[in-house]
C-alpha cells in the first residue's frame, strides 16, 4: 500500500465498516469531507465499475451535444448525425483547450476556440488549420486520424448515459442483469421499452451541500420515514416496507403500501405486466456508486447522483411513464401530482442530508453505527464501498 494512500484514509478504519453490522462501524468523516479523497474515490472506486454521467433524452435530437463534468472531469455527450449516443473527453486533442461549454445543436463541425482544429460528430479529427506552416492545412507529417476525440466506454440504459472511465469494468449488460431479472417480475421482459419521458415537468434538480454517499445512504433505508417523510408515511408507511439487498451493488427497499393515486387522485396508464396483486408494491433501488430508481405500477424514475465536490452534490431526477399514451394532455394533471409528490419527498431530505454532512466535520462523530436491523441496506451500500477502498488502498 502506498503511504500517499495511506494518508488519505487510514485502512483500519475502512476495514470496520466490514465487521458483522452488530461490530461495525461506518466509513469515517474524511471519507464524506476530504477533497483529496474525493479525487482519489473517483478514479479508485467510481472509475472503476459503471457511473452514470447524464441522460440521453437530454440529447433532444440528432446532431445535439451537452457538454457535463463529471467530478471535474470535462466530458460531452454526443448524439451524432445516426442518432448514435456517445462520450467524449471534452477536449481538444492539440493542446488540451476545452471544446464545448454549452449545450446545442451543431449545424457542421465541433470547433476548438483556440486554434480553430474542428471534429465531426463521431469524434474525428477533420480540419487542421495552419498545421504544416501558413496556409497549409494538412502534413504528412501529422496524421489527423490519430487525433479524433478520446471516447469513452459508454452504455445506455433507462435513459440514463453510463461510462467506465478505467475501461475494464465487465460488461454494461453484465452489470445490470441482476436487476433486470428482479424487476422482470413487475415490468415484465417488455416494460423498459414501454418508458416515456415528458421533456416538460418531468424532472427535478436539487443542490444539496452534502457528500454525494449521504444521499444514496439516505436512499437506502425506509427507517428516517417516520420523521423525515410525515405525508409520504401516511400511505406507505415504516412498516409497509422491507429491504432489499442483492449482488455487491443494488440496495434499498421495497413498499407493499404505495398507494400516490388514491392519495392524489391520479389515474395513469400502468405497466401491462405488472401482477394486478402488486399494484400497491414499488421498489426503490441504489444501484452503486450513484443511481437512484424507483418502479410503481404507473410510473418509473431515474435520479443520477451528481457528486460536484467533497460537500456539494446535485440530484437530478427525470421521471418516466408507461406507453405514448401517458404523455397525452389529458393525463397532464395527474402527470404534475406525481412529479409534485416526489419533489416533497426528495425536499424533506435534504435537511437531513445536509445535517449529516454538518456532523461529519465533529471529532465526536467517528463513522457511527448501524441498527442490526433498520440499516442493513445501508450498510450494504458502505461494505461496497470500503470493499472497493480497501482493494485501491491495498494495490
Not at 153 to 169: C, K, P
Amino acid at each position: 500500500m502506498s503511504n500517499a494512500n495511506q494518508t488519505i484514509i487510514p485502512i483500519r478504519q475502512v476495514e470496520s465498516v466490514l465487521n458483522p453490522i452488530t461490530e461495525a462501524s461506518g466509513m469515517p468523516n474524511t471519507a464524506y469531507t476530504s477533497q483529496e479523497y474525493f479525487a482519489f474515490e473517483r478514479d479508485q472506486v467510481i472509475g472503476k465499475t459503471w457511473a452514470c454521467v447524464g441522460f440521453a433524452s437530454d440529447l433532444v435530437k440528432n446532431g445535439y451535444v451537452k457538454p457535463v463534468s463529471f467530478m471535474d472531469l470535462p466530458l460531452l455527450m454526443m448524439r451524432n448525425k445516426d442518432g448514435e449516443v456517445q462520450v467524449f473527453h471534452n477536449v481538444c486533442s492539440h493542446r488540451g483547450m476545452q471544446l464545448v461549454h454549452e449545450a446545442g445543436e451543431v449545424q457542421g463541425m465541433i470547433r476548438c476556440p483556440y486554434h480553430s482544429w474542428t471534429y465531426d460528430l463521431n469524434g474525428n479529427l477533420k480540419g487542421t488549420p495552419h498545421v504544416g506552416g501558413i496556409a497549409k492545412h494538412k502534413d504528412d507529417r501529422f496524421k489527423c486520424e490519430k487525433h479524433g476525440l478520446k471516447a469513452l466506454r459508454s452504455a445506455i440504459w433507462m435513459d440514463m448515459v453510463f461510462v467506465n472511465l478505467s475501461g475494464d469494468a465487465p460488461s454494461f449488460e453484465e452489470h445490470i442483469a441482476p436487476l433486470e431479472s428482479r424487476w422482470s417480475a413487475f415490468l415484465g421482459n417488455d416494460g423498459m421499452g414501454l418508458l416515456r419521458r415528458v421533456n416538460m415537468g418531468g424532472h427535478l434538480e436539487i443542490e444539496v451541500a452534502s457528500n454525494w454517499k449521504l444521499t444514496v445512504e439516505n436512499y437506502c433505508e425506509a427507517y428516517h420515514l417516520p420523521w423525515v417523510h410525515p405525508s409520504l408515511n401516511t400511505y406507505s408507511k415504516l412498516e409497509d416496507h422491507y429491504n432489499i439487498m442483492f449482488d455487491d451493488r443494488f440496495a434499498g427497499q421495497g413498499s407493499t403500501a404505495y398507494n400516490l393515486s388514491d392519495t392524489a387522485g391520479t389515474h395513469l396508464p400502468k405497466f401491462p405486466s405488472w401482477p394486478a396483486d402488486k399494484l400497491r408494491h414499488a421498489e426503490y433501488v441504489a444501484l452503486f456508486p450513484n443511481v437512484l430508481l424507483g418502479i410503481q405500477a404507473d410510473h418509473a424514475f431515474a435520479m443520477m447522483i451528481d457528486p460536484i465536490h467533497a460537500e456539494k452534490t446535485v440530484e437530478n431526477l427525470r421521471l418516466y411513464y408507461v406507453g405514448d399514451e401517458a404523455l397525452k394532455d389529458e393525463y397532464a394533471a395527474c402527470r404534475t401530482a406525481t412529479l409534485e409528490s416526489w419533489r416533497v419527498v426528495f425536499s424533506e431530505d435534504i435537511g437531513a442530508v445536509e445535517g449529516m454532512q454538518k456532523g461529519r466535520h465533529s471529532p465526536g462523530f467517528g463513522g457511527g453505527v448501524f441498527s442490526p436491523e433498520m440499516d442493513l441496506p445501508t450498510h450494504f451500500f458502505q461494505k461496497w464501498l470500503a470493499t472497493q477502498t480497501k482493494a485501491a488502498l491495498e494495490a
